[in-house]
């Protein structure tokens, strides 16, 4: 359930804070006409990305056999690479987007359609919405519940229009630096649980060696199949009986990407993401 939260609730987040830059720099800058097109694109995408989100699940419902582990480990293996790329990429580049889209609205504006700015939405939108499909999509293997997971991607999507709505509104202020720097880390923690798990899948297949087929075993202090041990499975990857090649996997995929992560930025992040701000 929080991994769905999670995932929902930081990419609904940063397709809200585009959505809201793009209406606020409409307003400020009288061209209103644009704003339904904007809408248009946001509306567009959102159904690009339902279709996109069924395509993948009636695809897997598809596929038995000893295709279905090395496809879920494919998908899953995706989204752990994806999801690792949107993060490091999201912390340096978040300083430009504001300036980047404004620029774009003024380019898109100059011939004087509108046309550009649904384009420019649309595109903006679907990519934050492909990319939590997949995600969900890989989380779902690990998920303690579907009827939790379920609830909890609905709640951190319903979070994440209001929370973009206020601070459209200017109502609120949020430190989006500290929020995406600590979803960031936790993030981090979720993908190597996913590569942990399409290793596993992979091994179910025959495709990776597994080494040494178990290198713990912590099941009597913490199950597993517990509740909690669910839990810890969707959110961050723990396995009771860890391959060696799947704990290898696991903490050089984490320490790696950390590093990457925390290492010192000179430029200051996602706060410049924040609609009603000036530029």
């Known amino acids: 359930m929080l991994g769905a939260l999670l995932i929902t609730l930081r990419e609904g987040l940063e397709a809200a804070l585009i ?25 567009a995408a959102v159904v690009a990305s339902l279709a996109a989100g069924g395509a993948i699940y009636v695809t897997a419902g598809e596929i038995s056999g000893p295709a279905e582990p090395i496809f879920e480990g494919a998908a899953t293996l995706l989204a752990a690479a994806v999801l690792t790329w949107m993060i490091l990429w999201m912390r340096r580049q978040a300083v430009n987007i504001k300036a980047n889209l404004q620029a774009q609205i003024d380019s898109a ?28 999509f890989a989380a779902n293997g690990v998920a303690e519940s579907r009827l939790l997971f379920a609830i909890g991607g609905l709640l951190g999507l319903g979070a994440a229009v209001a929370i973009g709505y206020v601070l459209y509104k200017g109502s609120a202020r949020l430190n989006l630096k500290a929020f995406f720097n600590i979803t960031g880390i936790v993030l981090v923690v979720f993908a190597a649980g996913l590569l942990a798990h399409a290793i596993g899948e992979f091994q179910e297949a025959g495709v990776v060696p597994t080494g040494i087929s178990q290198v713990w075993d ?43 992560y925390l290492r010192p930025s000179r430029r200051r992040p996602a706060d410049q993401l924040r609609p009603g701000t000036s530029g």
């Not at 830059?21 to 400020?28: E, M, N």
């Not at 046309?115 to 997949?134: N, Q």
């Open 19 to 43: 959505v809201g830059i793009i209406l606020a720099y409409l307003t400020r800058t009288a061209n209103r006409r644009a704003v339904r097109s904007a809408w248009l694109g946001v509306a």
């Open 109 to 136: 504006l100059a011939g004087g359609s509108t046309f550009g700015v649904a384009l420019l939405a649309f595109i903006a939108v679907v990519r934050e919405g492909i990319e939590t499909v997949l995600f969900l």
């Open 218 to 260: 912590t099941s009597r202090v913490l199950s597993q199949e517990s509740t909690l041990g669910h839990f810890l499975e969707a959110l961050f990857g723990y396995t009771s009986r860890p391959s060696l090649t799947q704990a290898v996997g696991y903490f050089v995929f984490l320490a790696g990407a950390l590093a990457l």
